[in-house]
DNA sequence: CATGAATGAGCCTTCATTCAT
DNA sequence: TATGAATGAAGGCTCATTCAT
């Protein structure tokens, strides 16, 4: 879209796109201080190559978190699309991003550290907004049908779902899905207008003795 | 009050205490992989003198979250002693631990890496067993009180602290904290029975203006 | 000869090949537990190149023992080539593989250790077995003659060449030369099939007084 | 004996002999580099009281030398008494120092460091001397009945001993053993006047298979 | 442009040796 | 005197980053 990127030949463009892709996938797995040999690796290109188009491990953060800003709009038509009520689609969407994990490098964030993104089209900060736009509209309208609790806001969404997401460390994946799910439970509770029962057997709590079967086994 | 403990010199306790009052500030600021080496010279101690103590990160981290688990249980007797009812003790609790960050090392799953902890106490389990018992005691009261939800556990609540108290990298302490307060503030809203109006000014949510501006002048 | 080796870059192979040279000479001196950045020290690059093609010492050491191996070879036509009879040709290599300390990381143990060589040649146990092969040519050849000892292996050479070559620790090597040359001498006397005169005063053994001497001078 | 020795207390006496010990075990196992520390804690003694005794490693080194000159002449006492004749006492003498690694560091090489030896008294080169002696007694004595090689003396016989016992690095005790075994029968046939047949089928040679399934199972 | 090579700096860990109790 | 504590220096190894092909 921008000079920049225009002027990309096709192979190059195909290559930044695979970093940004892997990227993510090792991001997720390792954290964001994987080693960018590994990145480039998996992406099947040497580690020059990613360093001509990110000169810094920070510069490739900011891609990476700007492409799931383009994601995150997708997940929100997607869920529009599917659930004609507010709340409905409020839910799924928080849903889908905590287990996409499209917050984990902090998308709404971004804006702010624009003057690093250099090169990078002035739509940003607007493509930011425009989202924050379409998801005001959707809580607005889920307090309106008096789903959704007053004084909340999209950045309140934002981020409880990026705390929501990051993976408690030196626990495996296993017990860190199961604290995700149950905590994203309360989460979604704590923004409902009206108090539910929570003592749906579905949605119980952990208890010690699960916490420490799955250290055992995990560990 | 283990054998080993009491048997170390006076000089030896003291560097120890140094070495794990200075790893949880260091691990705080920095994650538990912090260069070791930083803790060391903060504490003022040679890294070989750390070693000595803790033969290896591992024993150190969980180390620090023993002594931790400690300091949860004066909290919570000071809170409990404040306040009479159930859920003011919790809240402050609740309040106390995240300013603390006392759980940032998950004192209650040490006892699922007992294993490593050779040589520690036989107590370590029981004390987070009465640690649990005692917050267990205080989450009926005040879900009998009709004012903490049901369906609610410890664990939900440890747990819950411990998401909020890690602070997300890259930004300022400033805008960590001021999430962290608004995330806890959403945190203790869904762990209430009956639904507050949160549209009190003072609990106002942050604004993406309020990011971008943090970000700008932290940057 | 690998496809791996053959797509090294020339700068690399250099290298490569400057490595193994220099540590085969570092490994003499200090055995195989020499600081690896000695070894990259003297091989004038940076110790994480030489990390870069020897992932760890253990791999160091095979290659330069493969390395070795190929040299075996040579000496041994070399051997063949100069001398008619199969004991002249025998003893001229032993004298040689000493003098070189060609076996000193016993290069005919390598094909045991074959798994840790991944993406080597599957040559190297055959090249082994070719050389044990052309080795016991020649020591039935000498045995038909009459003049190496019955029952004798290639094993017990090498074995014998890798126990003779290995420097005694902390005296000099002025001393150690002495040694070995007089128990080389030995060997062979032991080797051969008719008992020869040793008190040629050319092949006199050691006396305390001129060990001590040498530990005087050399200390 | 020393006055040195003879001033010490009965606890700090004990203490010495504890070290020693407990050191020719560790070097044994580990060779003469292994951590002090270790000898320390296995002698039930604190490090520094280990370098009250031995200032060094090197000092320690020596004296556990000097120890096992001392347990050679037992040897060599239990072996003339064993066996009427030379030869038979020579090589019962050569397979216990064999088999006790006695020589593993040297003794008869000790004089040479004489002047690291501070305090210890003037009588060491004499004891040495005189094993040399008894040894050369012997040795003549075989010489004579003709069973002994001309043109051999105790120096070769200790060095040969020495070589022999030192284990070769990287492989497993169990191969080392059949290897030290192998070059004895070897050494010992060298020593001989007259030739022996060596086809013994209990005295064969390794083979290549023997080591590889040695180096595949050890490893 | 794309690549792989090379590098230095940083952290981890061990151990010989000295110091304080 | 005996002890355990403390320490610095050395070596192992990894990784972000720059360079040469």
């Known amino acids: 879209m921008t000079e920049h990127t ?8 195909r290559n930044r796109e695979q ?35 990110f000169p810094d491990r920070h510069t ?10 383009a994601l995150v709009g997708e997940e929100l038509t997607r869920a ?11 839910t799924q969407l928080i849903r889908r991003l905590v287990e996409l994990r499209l917050s984990i490098i902090m998308p709404m964030l971004l804006p702010g550290l624009e003057e690093d993104a250099r090169g990078e089209d002035e739509t940003l900060r607007a493509q930011r907004d425009r989202l924050y736009d379409q998801m005001e509209h959707l809580t607005r309208a889920a307090q309106q049908a008096g789903q959704l609790r007053q004084g909340v806001n999209p950045i309140d969404i934002w981020l409880g779902v990026i705390k929501l997401s ?3 460390p ?32 579905l949605r119980r709590p952990l208890t010690l003795d699960e916490i420490d079967h799955h250290l055992r086994t995990t560990d």
Chains 1, 2, 3, 4 share one sequence.
């Open 60 to 69: 490739l953060v900011q891609q990476v978190a700007l492409a799931n800003l």
């Open 166 to 168: 990051r993976p408690l």
């Open 170 to 201: 030196v626990i495996g994946s296993d017990l860190n899905d199961l604290i995700t799910e149950r905590q994203l439970h309360l989460f979604l509770g704590g923004l409902q207008a009206t108090t539910l029962d929570t003592t749906d057997p």
């Open 80 to 90: 529009t699309t599917a659930h004609p009520d507010a709340w409905g689609a409020l």
């Open 19 to 53: 970093i940004i892709t892997t990227a993510r996938e090792v991001f997720l797995e390792q954290g964001i201080h994987a080693p960018l040999e590994e990145i480039a690796r998996r992406a099947g290109i040497g580690i020059a190559t990613l360093y001509r188009r």
């Open 6 to 13: 225009t002027r990309l030949r096709a192979d190059a463009r």
